[in-house]
């Protein structure tokens, strides 16, 4: 049995999933790490991420500040991309070109961003896979606080881009 199949089996999937996000943020971007997110629920279709309210994610109003809601809101955006990326086993780089918030009410409570469009990452990835072009996607955010009820705080659409690597011929 390998160290892979040890984790799966004795680690719930989200606290997996969990730790494999702060490790990208850790490696990759750090200000992912430093909000200390975590996944709540993935799916197929849905994956939400929850970021604590605390010192590191509030404003001067406590609320949340508008860059950590726009953290959660690239990461429920992204998760299931790049799950599914990596399980391709290609090379597909992807990036948000293009972002658009609608900030409803103030955060006062950890925020749960929900997306809920895992048939549109999937034939997006997929589309990425059989073809060299890029492809594009307008994926829709949920932000809400479980704390005041469940109300929608604010909603975040991104257009995720995708795009299979180029093999070198060197």
């Not at 404003?59 to 690239?74: T, V």
């Not at 307008?138 to 991104?158: F, I, K, R, W």
């Amino acid at each position: 049995m390998d160290f892979g199949s040890l984790i799966r089996r004795f680690l719930p999937d989200t606290l997996r999933d969990t730790i494999l996000v702060r490790l990208f943020g850790l490696w990759k971007v750090p200000l992912i790490a430093y909000v200390k997110p975590k996944v709540r629920y993935v799916d197929d279709e849905r994956v939400e991420i929850i970021i604590p309210l605390r010192r590191r994610t509030k404003n001067h109003l406590g609320s949340m500040y508008f860059g950590s809601l726009m953290i959660g809101a690239d990461l429920a955006a992204g998760y299931y991309a790049a799950r599914l990326i990596h399980l391709s086993g290609e090379k597909i780089d992807f990036v948000f070109k293009a972002s658009n918030a609608r900030f409803l009410k103030r955060p006062t409570g950890d925020v749960v961003f929900t997306c809920a469009q895992g048939a549109a990452i999937r034939a997006l990835v997929q589309k990425a896979l059989t073809t060299d072009e890029r492809a594009d996607a307008e994926l829709s955010v949920l932000a809400t606080v479980p704390s005041e009820g469940n109300q929608v705080v604010a909603q975040m659409d991104l257009i995720l881009s995708i795009k299979k690597r180029k093999r070198s011929n060197v």
